[in-house]
């Protein structure tokens, strides 16, 4: 796999960085998570491809323990509110002049500086900060963030995969580590940066909820069907419009124009009405096979079973049954392989691990007794 023989110390965090993690392990890296000690279960549901060390980070001990994983590693991530790592003496600064090829990633909310710098805060704080929450919402509605999918993943936990990956990359050519300062606002920005650009074409020049994709367009909405599920319609380009008319039944010379702003709402009346006549399998047989631009709305259920996702085999299950999706893209020569165990448990590995990073039987075994680390689940030898 791509990420093989990378290997990653993760701070346990809330979701953007588990995510992070487990797209590093999913490309092959080798993914340590570090748990605290009497934690219960791990609430880590990212956690495919890890193993889990236990560490008690309130014991210098613990402390030097965790700075010996960390430099002996190539990566670091951190999902900690800025100044945590420093004040246990194990800020970039301190960890770089140990091993200078380091890759040291910070993912935060707000970033390393900054008024907010400090202050706790949640996706939805990250996208509103982003610009990017005032456009999402309907017409006429408050702004609303869809699920915690932009900030927390999109421009926190897969941009900040991404640095990691280009500081890797970097570093075969210089030697040389360096110090990734991931903010969420600012990687879900980046990920928006088609609306900032495309402000000057004209795309956003509407209120909230009535420009062309963010759901103000009839020809790209959802639509309700007879049988209470759902469609999509993506047809902007008006080859792929007239299908759509086409498939719905319409005449376009009795219907205003496609691009007419203020007779929206008549359209999206009409169309309303349309799709609610059949179930959303009549609209398949008829849509399916054309350049409509209408396809299901699946569940999460359902999603596997499509033809088109069981073709491709986009979807995994675990050992359990679970089922995720596949980790993307594919790479055609070195493929991810989404491992099938369930995620481990907090302190399964941490023998194993610490044997690997070179600690002795009796040293392992008196950071055990003195509360140090922890190993639960599987009974590790030592
Ligand atoms: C919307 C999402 C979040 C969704 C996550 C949800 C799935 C979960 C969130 C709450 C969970 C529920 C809750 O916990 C209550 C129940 C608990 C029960 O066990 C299970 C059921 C629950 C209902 C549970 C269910 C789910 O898990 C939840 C609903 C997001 O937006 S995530 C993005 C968040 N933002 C960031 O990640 C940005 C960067 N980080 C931060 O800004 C801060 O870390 C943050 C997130 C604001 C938290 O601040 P906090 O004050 O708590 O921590 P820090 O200041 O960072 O300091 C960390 C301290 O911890 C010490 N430490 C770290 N490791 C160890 C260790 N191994 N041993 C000892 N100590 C350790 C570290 O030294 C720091 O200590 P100090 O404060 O003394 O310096």
Known sequence: MALAGVRVVELAGLAPAPFCGMILADFGANVVRVDRTKAGASMDTQARGKRSVAIN???????????????????????????VMEKLGLGPEDLLKE??????????????????????????????????????GRSGEKPYAPLNLLADFAGGGLTCALGIVLALLERTKSGKGQIIDSSMVEGAAYVGSFIWKSRAIGLWNRPRGENMLDSGAPFYDTYRTADDEHVAVGAIEPQFYKQLLQGLKLDEDQLPPQ?????????????????????????LRIFDGTDACVTPVLSLDQVSSHPHNSDRASFVKDSNGEESPRPAPLLSRTPAQ????????????????????????SEIEKMLTAGVVECSGVKAKL
């Open 57 to 83: 980070l309130k014991t210098s001990e613990g402390v030097s323990l965790l700075r010996k994983l960390c430099v002996q590693s190539d990566v670091v991530l951190e999902p900690y509110r800025k100044g």
């Open 99 to 136: 091993n200078p090829s380091l890759v040291y990633a910070r993912l935060t909310g707000y970033g390393q500086s900054g008024m907010y710098a400090t202050a706790a805060g949640h996706d939805i704080n990250y996208l509103a900060m982003s610009g990017l929450l005032s456009c999402l």
């Open 259 to 283: 691009m007419s702003f203020s007779d929206w709402p008549e359209l999206r009346r009409i169309f309303s009405e349309r799709f609610a006549s059949k179930t959303q399998a009549d609209w």
């Open 338 to 361: 989404a491992c099938v165990n369930p995620g481990p448990l907090i302190g399964e590995h941490t023998v194993e691990v610490l044997k690997e990073y070179g600690f002795k039987s």
